[in-house]
């Protein structure tokens, strides 16, 4: 089959749902919303444009289930009601043609900016790293009534994304935010049921799935995001993924999403180890293939594969080849919107992404311009505006820097700093 039948094939999970194609928005954070975290009509915007370019699944970028933690300046947080009407015209859009859209849920945790938040929480009080100890306070570590809270909270975004008319949501259990705290030993060092053997750090997340499938009904799909490693001493291994992978299928998860890494060794935007790719990864496209493979000879549960991907042939064989289900796209989604609509006619594709260099180390180990530069073109597309396909340089680098100072600044001015 050529590539683009492949592509078009629809993909039908366990209970019954179908996404239409096997192309899949991965969540990359908008932005977008107020300053005071609420929804707005770019979102409305950006995601039928991705509908009408022919994605068949768009995973919204993480809507925070908790005002007081976010992870950036104009997170959306769903608490309450109060945008029902917002929420159903972004859902609304993301089904376009017939496609799906989830949302993707998420609390930051430790990585939550000084100037966002004075008092971050995490499983245990474990700073950061020496040289991200200036963005990043030290955490305090949470009570268990707190932690009760918080996996309440999930619960409550999701049966609000429910009503909306979002087909599904996705906790985020990846990159380093609280759900992969948890199931870090380094970043969790509690002694009491929510810490210690991998058992019990695995809690909190199925804590977090009962509860969502407790308040939402049959046919509302629930995924995760999850790390395959960490990539960091002393923290959430391979093995020990697989083994939450395992008991997360075992309760029925639709769909697991892999990627990797976190703030202090970003594997999600630098490649599989956080550093140099490998030859064989390269070959392959896909970061976490191989790591794919090792779920499929584990357990049968429907797999997404995020970070790689750079044409339709690398697509096409990795589906093919039945190690992922579905095609996790990111960064070629904010410059080509419409990429899967062309692969699906017939197009030869070569995605424009290439990687952003600043020449400054702290902003390059951290990836912050990799993450940056494509988040401001989401913001073109919310605007309707076309996205720019290739950076500026230092332009480029100035205009990130002097957005992301603005709007610290207007949200420490409205918490009254």
């Known amino acids: 089959m050529k590539a683009a039948e492949i592509l078009s094939q629809p993909r039908t999970l366990k209970n019954g749902s179908v996404i239409p194609n096997r192309f899949a928005k991965?969540?990359?954070?908008?932005?977008?919303?107020?300053?005071?975290?609420?929804?707005?009509?770019?979102?409305?915007?950006?995601?039928?444009?991705?509908?009408?370019?022919?994605?068949?699944?768009?995973?919204?970028g993480n809507v925070m289930v908790d005002r007081r933690h976010i992870g950036e300046p104009q997170n959306v947080v769903l608490e309450d009601e109060r945008d029902l009407a917002l929420l159903r015209e972004w859902a609304e859009s993301g089904k376009t043609g017939g496609n799906q859209i989830w949302m993707q849920l998420n609390h930051p945790g430790k990585q939550s900016p000084k100037m966002l938040n004075r008092?971050?929480?995490?499983?245990?009080?474990?700073?950061?790293?020496?040289?991200?100890?200036?963005?990043?306070?030290?955490?305090?570590a949470l009570s268990g009534p707190e932690?009760?809270?918080?996996?309440?909270?999930?619960?409550?975004?999701?049966?609000?994304?429910?009503?909306?008319?979002?087909?599904?949501?996705?906790?985020?259990?990846?990159?380093?935010?609280?759900?992969?705290?948890?199931?870090?030993?380094?970043?969790?060092?509690?002694?009491?049921?929510?810490?210690?053997?991998?058992?019990?750090?695995?809690?909190?997340?199925?804590?977090?799935?009962?509860?969502?499938?407790?308040?939402?009904?049959?046919?509302?799909?629930?995924?995760?995001?999850?790390?395959?490693?960490?990539?960091?001493?002393?923290?959430?291994?391979?093995?020990e993924s697989l083994s939450v992978i395992e008991a997360l299928a075992s309760e029925g998860i639709d769909l697991v999403e892999i990627s990797g890494g976190n703030y202090e060794n970003p594997a999600m935007a630098k490649g599989a180890e956080g550093g140099e790719v490998k030859q064989s990864t390269l070959a392959r496209e896909a970061y976490f293939l191989e790591f794919a493979e090792r779920v499929r000879q584990r357990v049968d549960v429907p797999l997404m594969v995020t970070?790689?991907?750079?044409?339709?042939?690398?697509?096409?064989d990795a589906i093919a080849s039945g190690a992922t289900d579905l095609v996790g796209i990111a960064r070629p989604l904010a410059v080509e919107p419409d990429c899967p609509q062309r692969i699906m006619a017939g197009e030869a594709f070569t995605s424009a992404v290439k990687p952003i260099r600043t020449g400054i180390r702290l902003i390059d180990d951290m990836?912050?311009?990799?993450?940056?530069?494509?988040?401001?073109?989401?913001?073109?597309?919310?605007?309707?505006?076309?996205?720019?396909?290739?950076?500026?340089?230092?332009?480029?680098?100035?205009?990130?820097?002097?957005?992301?100072?603005?709007?610290?600044?207007?949200?420490?001015?409205?918490?009254?700093?």
């Open 119 to 140: 008092d971050p929480v995490s499983p245990s009080a474990i700073p950061f790293r020496k040289e991200l100890r200036g963005m990043f306070a030290t955490p305090r």
């Open 26 to 60: 991965s969540a990359m954070s908008e932005t977008l919303g107020t300053i005071d975290n609420r929804v707005t009509q770019d979102l409305v915007r950006l995601y039928r444009t991705w509908a009408e370019g022919g994605t068949g699944l768009s995973i919204t």
């Open 147 to 239: 932690i009760e809270d918080i996996i309440r909270r999930f619960a409550t975004s999701a049966s609000i994304a429910e009503k909306a008319g979002f087909d599904g949501v996705q906790i985020h259990g990846a990159h380093g935010y609280l759900v992969s705290q948890f199931l870090s030993p380094h970043h969790n060092q509690r002694s009491d049921e929510w810490g210690g053997s991998a058992d019990k750090r695995m809690r909190f997340v199925l804590a977090v799935y009962r509860a969502i499938r407790e308040v939402t009904g049959d046919g509302f799909n629930v995924g995760i995001k999850l790390n395959s490693a960490d990539f960091q001493r002393g923290g959430f291994t391979e093995e």
């Open 367 to 417: 990836a912050l311009m990799e993450v940056s530069w494509y988040t401001r073109q989401l913001g073109r597309m919310g605007k309707g505006k076309a996205p720019r396909t290739h950076d500026r340089g230092v332009l480029s680098l100035l205009e990130v820097i002097g957005v992301m100072a603005t709007r610290g600044v207007r949200t420490r001015f409205r918490a009254g700093e």
């Open 307 to 316: 970070g790689g991907f750079r044409t339709e042939t690398g697509m096409a």
